[in-house]
């Protein structure tokens, strides 16, 4: 089995400023960087492998292409704030906020490797870890990643993922992309021809 990596609990989250560019630029950026979950029982977290850019009103595959709601206020800013939303009456998907307040844009995890509190996850998942082919199910998909971490739109939505009093936050711990692969968004109907899919190339726990 993988190690976890011991340093994760005494990282920093990522400022504000990250998030406050195109969606594009987050979505590649935020490659390698950790999704993090502080519980009582402990830290879960995994390395963001996978991501999807949503451009905001130009954007016909995106949450606030019709203008803003009370549903999707979030995606308007400020930047560094998750949007949870609940899909196919079955799991949640979680995006961070990007763009300067009052502009819409998003970015949405799609898959994460598990680094720390793996045994947690994967019992929130109900995966039992018997070998490494075992990981993929706990954290390998949008919905499965938010099982994972224990994320819904009631606990979680509106949290700001920038901020160190935040259980769910976003952090770097110096792991560097060597290759980056993109190609169109999964799932979608609208503008699903645009390359705005972004993936560790070569990762295992990349969505599928």
Do not use: W
């Not at 994760?8 to 195109?22: C, H, I, Q, T």
């Not at 950026?29 to 009103?57: D, F, N, Q, S, W």
């Not at 799609?110 to 070998?131: D, F, K």
């Amino acid at each position: 089995m993988r190690r976890q990596i011991a340093e994760v609990k005494s990282l920093l989250p990522l400022a504000e400023d990250f998030f406050n560019r195109d969606p594009r630029r987050v979505a590649r950026a935020l490659l390698g960087k950790i999704l993090a979950r502080r519980t009582p029982k402990g830290l879960l977290a995994g390395r963001i492998v996978e991501t999807e850019a949503y451009l905001g009103e130009g954007d016909a595959a995106a949450h606030s292409a019709s203008g803003r709601t009370a549903r999707n206020s979030v995606l308007f800013g400020p930047p560094g704030f998750a949007y949870i939303y609940f899909i196919y009456g079955n799991y949640y998907c979680a995006n961070v906020s990007c763009l300067p307040d009052g502009v819409p844009g998003g970015v949405l995890f799609r898959a994460l490797e598990p680094v720390h509190g793996i045994a947690m996850m994967a019992r929130a998942r109900g995966v039992s870890l018997r070998s490494d082919q075992d990981l993929r199910k706990i954290s390998s998909g949008p919905g499965r990643l938010c099982t994972a971490l224990g994320i819904t739109r009631v606990r979680d939505n509106g949290k700001d993922l920038t901020s160190a009093k935040s259980d769910l936050r976003i952090m770097d711990d110096g792991f560097r992309v060597r290759r980056i692969e993109v190609g169109p968004r999964i799932g979608i109907t609208k503008s699903a021809h645009h390359p705005l899919r972004y993936v560790i190339a070569g990762n295992p726990f990349v969505s599928r």
